[in-house]
């Protein structure tokens, strides 16, 4: 076994060991462990990444060398891999971005812990993407959300304890949720371990037995990761939990937390459950609908708000359920589609929400739209950088939004009864997009006489002024050369089979 | 290629240098007293481009892939005859009116933006005119409506930005439509490559041509917002009048024709003449040109703000050059690209008229304008010869654009609408005279009663009349040449 195999190991330790490192050292220092520590697990991710895709093949990792009812096991393959090295990315450059805002948001005392936590997550999400045993991903499910709960509670204001307190109980009843699935799961076949509860069920399947339990079970872990991924109508703890959180919590929150559990309902799709019998329920069906419907009231609830940040997030909303309909459609095309998106949507969104504070900032901190006239002439590279945001978002070609939006398209096209109302809930949703985040940027472009903010220059913000830069790079990127992105998924989804 | 892709990037790439470079100021201050330096390098920009974009037709004919969007999706750029033709106009109109806008935009603030996305708009034109397949095309769309867009609420008026906003909505709506039937075509065609005489799949034809047909009438609509078609008009009366002059006479003169090329491409290029003619798609969308023309003209006839009236008349013009695609036979085609040569000229020429007189006066309505062609002889003759054209009176090429049209749609031997469209032609030219001459009755015959005493010289610098000159001139030299230009546009109809 090449040495490269045991990196997925490596990354999941190393961040969960930094995060205890992190409790006894001093904050600056803390800060330092964590931007190492996310480079090194993105190095190893994009190591692993070449070594997989020159081998062609996924392969499997015992821990401690016993073998799988014993042991636990890990599991890599390109699209894992990718993740991670993705992950890494955006959660380097959400943190470098929010970084300047963190001693105002942040009590001093309380920084060191913030790192623990971010690390914490970093390994849950990490654990999550490789692992191949569903009570692991139960156990690092539920770090992440104790994780996340501190993220959102760090910063401590009224309406964060609120949202954290909202945010704690709609993710327990999701991870409730899943627990009991996997529990009936377990029951039915004995196993823990992915590759051997597929078997079980395929046999369960042909066999014709058992077969209401089965599909009870899917269906309580498909809504318990919904719930835990604010699919509509389960999105009520979002708009709290990312508006009012530190802005580098936020990006983090929105663009990865989420995707973790959706990456997660991926793997137990193709890796538990296996494709063609998860198509062939009724499941798909509702997430579908549910998608459709996330898609509109999330832009519907977006462009009645008054505030960027919630704004930002009620969008997410919108922008998870083109995922879920991606999953609805049934296709490898739509599954494809999805997966573009997670990575799109984490690009954007994270963009969003840290040009969003470079805008509040020059405005007096404050988040309304009446406040924030002109901001983008007051601190231009976060408005150009907002601006480019939206773009994507709406689906401007050159953008990654627009290549998600040809994917699912082009998917939709080739299942016949979804294709039609796939198509007009894109139209419609690709024009509401445009209403909320087109008027932000004429409104930050808009200069109605004196401004009682002072602006900033570049001089005053170059890590921040670098880290917009970087996230623009990386949106034109995924939209100008999704082609191999696109083969890579499609490479990865087939190793999962 | 390398000129095309200098007519393209240099450009934009110029429009970035001018508004980085040129800082905007952060409150509603004057922009300087110093104009010269921008002045001066916008001049030199546009003129660089003008030589590019002239250039490039000349030296290069195959085309070129720039890169792949997706696998499948490349960003591919060709240019033929058609192409050449709406690339003429646009930079004939947008060096006229940009040189005008150095006199005019002496009264505007920002002007560093308004050059900045002025340049941006010419290499974004540049690109769809020379765009060899759709989704290059569609790209280059979606950006024309967005650097069009600042133009739109240049002045920063809660007026001018909901102009704004409704333009983009249409817009948006539009191109989504197009979107769609790009989905779909993705599927029914090996190739999005523009070709002469369609690129629809005979598989596709014979197995879902219903359902193709509904693809090619929802991109007809979609397109045919940006080209102000019935039943997604409203935005263009909302959104050409609150722009500044010049710019409202590149929104007029040019940047609707990307609607009208869109619809060329779709018709000629991706379905095909031969899969449409004949179609419930031809004679609805004839119905609604005709409509759209009628409408157009009624509602400029009715309209006080003559800037308004200008853009409703834009509607209906616009209208003229659908309704040719549509009857899809030669005589029509030839008519309709003869008219958005006419139109885009004389449109131009009368928002500049319009501009100038604002500059001068300050006048904004019809009623206000009595007598002013004694204090701007020059401006209301370029006024009078220019809206001539636009009737359609010879020896102006709005009469060759016209007589082909009504040739072609007689010729085409379809029920009713054959004889319909050329009286609806004639009805609307008929209001076309009754809502741009009184200005010119009116302006130099003001009545007994008019008191003289009060006029004074109001003529423009000659950096605003030369442009008006220049485009009120072009059409009557169309139009006395119609052999000449007819065979060019014969040549590029038959899809050399």
């Given amino acids: ?497 | 290629m390398y000129f095309i892709l200098l007519s393209i990037f240099f450009p934009i790439l110029a429009g970035l240098f001018l508004l980085i470079r040129f800082r905007t100021p952060l409150s509603g201050e004057k922009a300087g007293t110093d104009r010269k330096p921008l002045l001066v390098l916008t001049g030199i920009f546009l003129v660089i481009t003008a030589v590019f974009a002239f250039a490039a037709p000349l030296t290069a004919r195959e085309g070129f892939t720039l890169f792949y969007l997706t696998e499948t999706l490349p960003i591919y750029f060709r240019i033929d005859s058609v192409g050449q033709l709406f690339s003429l106009l646009a930079v004939i109109v947008l060096l006229c009116a940009g040189f005008f806008s150095f006199s005019y935009m002496k009264h505007e603030e920002r002007e560093s933006r308004y050059y900045g996305f002025y340049l941006i708009l010419f290499g974004v034109l540049n690109a769809l005119c020379f765009a060899g397949n759709l989704i290059t095309f569609y790209l280059f769309f979606e950006l024309l409506t967005l650097s069009s867009m600042p133009l739109v609420l240049h002045n920063g008026s809660r007026e001018a930005i909901m102009a704004g906003l409704k333009y983009l909505f249409y817009s948006l709506c539009g191109a989504y439509g197009a979107l769609f039937g790009i989905y779909f075509l993705y599927q029914s065609c090996d190739t999005l490559t523009f070709t002469a005489g369609g690129v629809l799949k005979e598989t596709a034809v014979t197995q879902h041509g219903g359902f193709l047909l509904l693809t090619a009438f929802v991109m007809l609509l979609g397109f045919g917002v940006k080209a102000g078609m019935f039943p997604m008009h409203a935005w263009l009366p909302t959104a050409h009048p609150v722009a500044p002059a010049p710019a409202s006479a590149v929104l007029s003169a040019v940047i609707v024709k990307a609607g009208v090329l869109a619809v060329v491409r779709i018709t000629g290029y991706i379905f095909g003449t031969g899969f449409l003619r004949g179609t419930w798609v031809q004679t609805v969308w004839m119905c609604l040109t005709l409509i759209t023309v009628f409408m157009g003209s009624m509602l400029a006839y009715r309209e006080p703000v003559l800037k308004k009236r200008l853009a409703y008349s834009t509607v209906s013009q616009l209208s003229y050059i659908l309704f040719g695609l549509a009857v899809m036979n030669e005589a029509s085609l030839v008519g309709s690209l003869f008219q958005v040569l006419a139109h885009g000229f004389v449109k131009a020429a009368l928002f500049l008229c319009a501009g100038a007189i604002i500059y001068k006066t300050g006048k904004t309505r019809v009623e206000e304008m009595r007598g002013i062609g004694k204090e701007m002889p020059l401006t209301m003759w370029c006024w009078t010869i220019a809206s001539l054209g636009l009737v359609g009176i010879p020896p102006t090429g709005g009469f060759v654009s016209k007589w082909y049209l009504a040739l072609g749609s007689l010729k085409s031997g379809l029920p009713v609408l054959d004889v319909l469209g050329p009286i609806i032609l004639l009805v609307s030219a008929l209001l076309t005279a009754g809502y741009l001459l009184p200005l010119t009755i009116h302006g130099f015959f003001p009545g007994g009663d008019y008191d003289y005493s009060g006029l004074q010289k109001k003529e423009p610098r000659k950096l605003m009349t030369v442009p008006i000159l220049i485009l009120t001139s072009l059409p009557v030299v169309i139009g006395l040449f119609p052999d000449t230009i007819a065979g060019i546009i014969l040549m590029a109809v038959k899809g050399r």
């Avoid at chain 1, 917009?468 to 995924?478: E, G, P």
Wanted: aromatic fraction near 12%; glycine fraction near 8%; charge should be positive.
């Fill in chain 1, 1 to 497: 076994m090449n040495f490269i195999c045991n990196f997925p190991f490596f990354s999941i330790l190393l961040s969960l060991f930094s995060g205890t490192v992190c409790s006894v050292l001093p904050a600056k220092a803390a800060k330092a462990v964590n931007r190492v520590v996310i480079i090194a697990v993105g190095l190893m991710s994009a190591v692993l990444l070449l070594y997989l895709l020159s081998t062609g093949e996924s392969f499997i990792y015992w821990m401690g060398h016993f073998p799988a009812p014993w042991g636990n096991e890990i599991r890599a393959g390109v699209l894992e891999a990718g993740m991670a090295l993705f992950f890494c990315i955006i959660m380097y450059l959400s943190m470098a971005g929010g970084a300047h805002k963190l001693p105002g948001e942040v009590v001093e005392s309380k920084h060191n812990l913030y790192y623990i936590l971010v690390n914490l997550l970093l390994s849950s999400l990490l654990a999550l993407v490789y692992t191949n045993d569903m009570f692991t991903a139960y156990v690092f499910v539920e770090i992440n959300t104790i994780s996340a709960c501190g993220l959102i509670m760090i910063r401590q204001v009224g309406r964060t304890i609120e949202a954290a307190v909202r945010y704690m109980i709609m993710s327990l009843l999701g991870s409730g949720l899943l627990l009991f699935g996997l529990c009936i799961m377990y029951d039915l076949t004995g196993h823990l371990l992915m590759s051997n509860i597929k078997e079980s069920v395929a046999q369960l399947i042909a066999a014709g037995e058992y077969q209401i339990p089965l599909i009870v079970s899917v269906a309580l872990m498909c809504i318990g990761l919904c719930i835990k991924s604010a699919l509509f109508p389960f999105h009520a703890w979002l708009p709290d939990a990312y508006g009012y959180s530190t802005v580098s919590s936020a990006a983090i929150l929105s663009s990865l937390v989420s995707k973790g559990y959706i990456f997660l309902l991926i793997k137990i799709i193709y890796r538990v459950i296996g494709f063609d019998i998860f198509n062939s329920t009724r499941i798909i069906d509702v997430l579908f609908v549910f998608g459709l419907m996330g898609m509109i009231f999330g832009s519907l609830s977006a462009i009645k708000e008054n505030d960027i940040r919630r704004m930002i997030a009620f969008s997410s909303v919108a922008q998870i359920g083109y995922i879920y309909m991606g999953f609805g459609m049934g296709t490898q095309a739509g599954m494809v589609a999805s997966v573009f998106h997670i990575l799109s949507h984490a690009a954007t969104k994270s963009l969003l929400f840290i040009a969003a504070i470079g805008l509040t900032d020059v405005s007096g901190g404050s988040r309304k739209f009446i406040d924030l006239t002109g901001a983008a002439y007051r601190n231009k590279w976060a408005g150009v950088a907002f601006t480019a945001g939206s773009l994507s978002m709406v689906g401007i070609p050159l953008f990654s939004g627009f290549i998600s939006k040809l994917l699912f398209a082009q998917a939709a096209v080739q299942v016949e009864g979804k294709m039609l109302a796939s198509l007009i809930v894109l139209g419609i949703s690709t024009v509401l997009n445009a209403i909320y985040f087109m008027k932000t940027v004429i409104r930050i472009y808009t200069t109605a006489g004196e401004s009682p903010y002072s602006g900033v220059t570049f001089r005053d913000m170059k890590a921040y002024a670098v880290t917009l830069l970087f996230f623009i790079l990386l949106n034109v990127a995924l939209g100008v050369s999704s082609q191999p992105v696109v083969n890579m998924i499609e490479q990865g989804l087939a190793m999962f089979a």
